[in-house]
């Protein structure tokens, strides 16, 4: 679900009805991969207690799987964009 939304906010910071404001809620995507990224570095830190190594293997996986779908969402709405202005410098 979060390329979808990554993709559809480029496409829609340069669709003809767009608004570039769009691009504004990426940093909400960015800050959370920054959360997750601490996460996967400071989890694991809680292994060491028994009692709680399931639910951190539950934050774990989701951390992971997070930052590797936000970066693939990331990837693909840059791709997006560069391929709309290189045909906008094309037309003009």
Do not use: N, Q
């Not at 993709?7 to 800050?31: E, N, Q, R, T, Y």
């Not at 990224?37 to 989890?43: D, M, R, T």
């Amino acid at each position: 679900m979060t390329p979808f939304i990554l993709v559809l906010m480029d496409f829609l910071a340069i669709a003809p009805i767009g608004s570039s404001i769009f691009l504004w809620f990426k940093l909400l995507f960015i800050c959370l991969m920054l959360v997750a990224g601490a996460g996967l570095v400071i989890l694991p830190l809680g292994m060491l207690k028994k009692s709680w190594r399931k639910a951190i293997l539950a934050w774990l996986s989701l951390c992971g799987f997070y930052l590797l779908f936000a970066s693939v969402g990331l990837m693909l709405g840059k791709g997006l964009r560069m391929h709309a202005f290189k045909e906008l410098a094309g037309r003009s």
